[in-house]
């Protein structure tokens, strides 16, 4: 079969154009999972001391994302939300959530609204540019009895609602109590996940500290698919001492089986943000032990 001339030059030129487009894809570095981000309390000595060089170590380690454990007195790490904006702009951070408790006080039963130090908390947040307004735990009053942790269940959608005028989603933080405790003979984590609206509320699921209640993180993720946009990255081994048997370590070296975890997450959890998070260290320098656990998850393709 004849080819004319320009029917050659053509179908070369699309032919060198594929090669070339499969070079540079064959070369491209790989598209990452997720949003990788840092639980500050994480280095919470080293923020306590110097907030600022701090941050400037976690930024030159590659972190991007991170997430606040320090509001107080409508100030982070001691500075104002806007100046604090600055300074994460400024090292091209960007604070994706943040930890605050919600408490009984932060609600107001005879108004059926919240307390202005609430409506301040997500305000301050939205400065930030957060996500995630998260509380981190619950008092031990808002769960004595079945009624009174429905309520709160409640409490939490409308906190959902005050979030989502912002932009934001409401979130909760498990420890291990949510897995060990019981009402009406339901744990509290299943009361929790069939009370709140998954519209406006987040579960951030810490894979680690749920071993303390007895808990399997794989067991919990298979059991509530798409119900983890946020979790915490954590691994943990046995303690040597303390109150509970079980403390965090750095990624992989532990019993979660952290990869599996953040794999099955990625896959029915509906996970986009995961937040690396260590609170022990086995004599191991905390900066060195964040470099490590990012390098980890890079590792794992997030």
Same mark, same amino acid.
């Not at 959608?157 to 949510?178: I, P, T, V, W």
């Given at each position: ?58 930024? /030159? ?20 939300? *806007? ?13 994706? *959530? ?11 039963? *005879? ?12 305000? /301050? ?18 769960? #004595? ?7 709160? +269940?409640?409490?939490? #959608? ?26 009406? #003979? ?6 929790? +996940? ?17 071993? #303390? ?25 046995? *303690? /040597? ?45 905390? +900066? ?15």
């Amino acid at each position: 079969m004849k080819t004319d001339r320009r029917t050659f030059i053509r179908t070369g030129a699309m032919a060198f154009a594929g090669t070339a487009l499969m070079g540079s894809e064959a070369f491209a570095a790989p598209k990452r999972k997720g949003m990788v981000g840092l639980q500050l309390y994480s280095i919470r000595a080293a923020m306590a001391k110097d907030p600022l060089g701090s941050l400037r170590q976690l930024a /030159d380690m590659g972190y991007v994302y991170v997430e606040h454990a320090n509001y107080i007195k409508r100030k982070f790490y001691g500075y104002t939300p *806007s100046e604090f904006r600055k300074i994460l702009d400024d090292l091209g951070l960007k604070m994706i *959530s943040g930890h605050t408790v919600m408490g009984r006080h932060h609600w107001d039963e *005879s108004k059926q609204d919240f307390s202005d130090s609430w409506k301040y908390t997500v305000d /301050d947040a939205a400065v930030l540019g957060q996500q995630y307004v998260v509380s981190p735990s619950m008092d031990n009053s808002m769960r #004595n009895n079945y009624d009174d942790f429905r309520k709160y +269940m409640d409490v939490f #959608n409308r906190c959902g609602e005050l979030c989502r005028k912002q932009g934001m989603k409401f979130g909760y933080h498990n420890h291990d109590f949510e897995f060990s405790e019981r009402l009406n #003979n339901e744990k509290l984590f299943d009361i929790m +996940m069939r009370s709140i609206d998954p519209d406006l509320v987040v579960i951030q699921l810490d894979i680690g500290n749920l071993y #303390n209640g007895g808990a399997v993180a794989l067991d919990v993720v298979r059991q509530y698919p798409g119900r983890f946009e946020n979790i915490h990255v954590k691994d943990e081994i046995e *303690s /040597d001492g303390g109150r509970d048997k079980y403390e965090s370590c750095v990624l992989g070296e532990g019993i979660v089986n952290t990869r599996k975890v953040t794999r099955l997450a990625t896959r029915i959890g509906g996970t986009k943000v995961y937040i690396i998070e260590q609170e022990s260290y086995q004599g191991r320098d905390p +900066m060195d032990c964040m470099r490590e656990n990012l390098a980890v998850m890079r590792k794992w393709g997030y």
